[in-house]
């Protein structure tokens, strides 16, 4: 039976390279998530994606070049969803109160995303700064930010001088520190913070903050 399981794997890996990879990294981003970086197991990943550790190292690499692909997958996935968001067809403030929704959402639907960056910044970014590619994600979504704010600006819709930067960094926080707390602080302030009613209620209190800060003087 073991030997049957290694053919169908090694078959697997020859015939299908590209959704092995594929395989290894969702099950690398659920083993990275789950017990960080430093509790994370090779064997554990390979029997999650249908692999062996041979296989790992042969796709990918080991445990650290493992884990940074796991960073810039998930870093690429975002990036990818935010493009497909379309905000350059938008009206500036439409556009920036889209992209609030999208990124409150898409935390809610991956707690994984915001684990990977509680152990990436616990270790103090080692990883991400080796990352060539994370650099290449990063500008093109800058620039499209900025313009939208320019055109906002120009418009009278929305008020000068918001630094594109800060202004992500701000809808980041705004979402991530609440999901990301959400245990704690619904203990202290004896209420289910991740209840569908309370998570409606943050998402219009955060628009009415947000609003309110984009307003012009």
């Given at each position: 039976?073991?030997?049957?399981?290694?053919?169908?794997?090694?078959?697997?890996?020859?015939?299908?390279?590209?959704?092995?990879?594929?395989?290894?990294?969702?099950?690398?981003?659920?083993?990275?998530?789950?017990?960080?970086?430093?509790?994370?197991?090779?064997?554990?990943?390979?029997?999650?994606?249908?692999?062996?550790?041979?296989?790992?190292?042969?796709?990918?690499?080991?445990?650290?070049?493992?884990?940074?692909?796991v960073l810039e997958a998930a870093y690429a996935q975002i990036r990818q969803a935010e493009r497909e968001l379309n905000l350059e067809a938008l009206g500036p403030k439409e556009?920036?109160?889209?992209?609030?929704?999208?990124?409150?959402?898409?935390?809610?639907?991956?707690p994984e995303f915001l684990s990977l960056l509680n152990e990436e910044n616990q270790m103090g970014a080692n990883f991400l700064r080796k990352s060539k590619r994370i650099r290449?994600?990063?500008?093109?979504?800058?620039?499209?930010?900025?313009?939208?704010?320019?055109?906002?600006?120009?418009?009278?819709?929305?008020?000068?001088?918001?630094?594109?930067?800060?202004?992500?960094?701000?809808?980041?926080?705004?979402?991530?520190?609440?999901?990301?707390?959400?245990?704690?602080?619904?203990?202290?302030?004896?209420?289910?913070?991740?209840?569908?009613?309370?998570?409606?209620?943050?998402?219009?209190?955060?628009?009415?903050?947000?609003?309110?800060?984009?307003?012009?003087?």
């Amino acid at each position: 039976m073991a030997k049957k399981r290694a053919n169908k794997r090694a078959s697997g890996w020859l015939q299908d390279p590209a959704g092995m990879r594929s395989r290894i990294l969702a099950a690398a981003t659920r083993e990275f998530a789950r017990h960080g970086f430093g509790g994370a197991r090779i064997d554990r990943i390979a029997d999650l994606a249908g692999a062996n550790k041979r296989m790992v190292y042969y796709h990918i690499g080991d445990k650290e070049a493992l884990y940074l692909a796991v960073l810039e997958a998930a870093y690429a996935q975002i990036r990818q969803a935010e493009r497909e968001l379309n905000l350059e067809a938008l009206g500036p403030k439409e556009a920036i109160l889209k992209l609030l929704t999208f990124t409150w959402e898409y935390y809610l639907r991956h707690p994984e995303f915001l684990s990977l960056l509680n152990e990436e910044n616990q270790m103090g970014a080692n990883f991400l700064r080796k990352s060539k590619r994370i650099r290449e994600m990063r500008s093109p979504f800058v620039s499209l930010l900025s313009h939208i704010l320019k055109r906002g600006a120009a418009s009278g819709e929305l008020r000068e001088g918001i630094d594109p930067i800060e202004l992500y960094i701000s809808i980041a926080g705004l979402c991530y520190f609440y999901q990301s707390n959400s245990a704690t602080l619904s203990i202290v302030f004896g209420r289910d913070l991740l209840s569908r009613r309370a998570k409606a209620r943050r998402l219009a209190h955060m628009t009415v903050f947000l609003l309110a800060a984009l307003r012009p003087a």
